[in-house]
């Protein structure tokens, strides 16, 4: 599979790509054109943000969790619960999105934490976990076309990770499959099984996941 840096390589350039071309479109549409450069903006850092920081490899790869310093925490219970390498770490669409949603209420649950200890030693503080979710929810409503363009860069610089994931994985089944020996047919037909199963990406019942191979 591919390593760290490259993946963080094909996060940006992925970025450098989809940015203008986002922009292209927004600004080719009369009704979209002022505000195509934030657009794209957005798109680019929400990409790369959810590619290098948000990265699927949270589930298990310390040198990921390393890059939140302190914060690191946070991950522990998600890396206890997340199964490594599957659907809910490295699938398309729902654990990008996941794994912001995660995020956000850690936050609020650490705000909500040090309310309650500070309650304990009689320190009055404000709500922060209310005045944070009421400021998100807030921003979501009043900024719908940046709150959906920053959930697609979160998908896309998911995407990118876990989609080259299972071309590298199954790339080098298919050619072992290929060119093994043709005295070796069990072995053969026990490396097509999982030649080229893209199953792990899209469905969360699977058994399948990417492979070190």
């Given amino acids: 599979m591919p390593n760290r840096s490259v993946h963080d390589f094909?996060?940006?350039?992925?970025?450098?790509?989809?940015?203008?071309?986002?922009y292209s479109i927004c600004h080719s549409l009369p009704e979209a054109r002022d505000w195509a450069p934030i657009v794209a903006a957005v798109l680019f850092v929400a990409h790369n943000l959810s590619g290098i920081l948000f990265s699927p490899d949270l589930d298990m790869d310390t040198h990921i969790h390393k890059r939140w310093g302190m914060l690191y925490v946070v991950w522990i219970p998600y890396q206890m619960v997340i199964p490594h390498r599957h659907f809910w770490s490295h699938g398309l669409v729902i654990p990008p999105l996941l794994r912001l949603a995660y995020f956000f209420w850690m936050v609020v649950l650490g705000m909500y934490v040090?309310?309650?200890?500070?309650?304990y030693f009689?320190?009055?503080?404000?709500p922060l976990q209310q005045s944070i979710t009421h400021v998100f929810l807030e921003l979501v409503s009043e900024n719908p076309v940046y709150a959906a363009t920053t959930a697609a860069g979160f998908v896309t610089g998911a995407a990118v990770h876990s989609i080259a994931d299972w071309l590298v994985s199954g790339g080098k089944q298919v050619v072992r499959m290929l060119f093994v020996p043709p005295g070796r047919g069990a072995q053969k037909k026990a490396m097509t099984q999982h030649a080229v199963s893209s199953r792990w990406l899209f469905d969360?019942?699977?058994?399948d996941s990417p492979r070190h191979v």
Avoid: C, D, K, N
Wanted: overall charge neutral; glycine content about 8%; proline content about 11%.
């Fill in 10 to 22: 094909l996060t940006v350039a992925s970025s450098v790509v989809l940015a203008p071309i986002t």
């Fill in 114 to 119: 040090v309310e309650q200890i500070a309650g």
């Fill in 122 to 126: 009689g320190i009055r503080m404000p």
């Fill in 204 to 207: 969360p019942f699977s058994s």
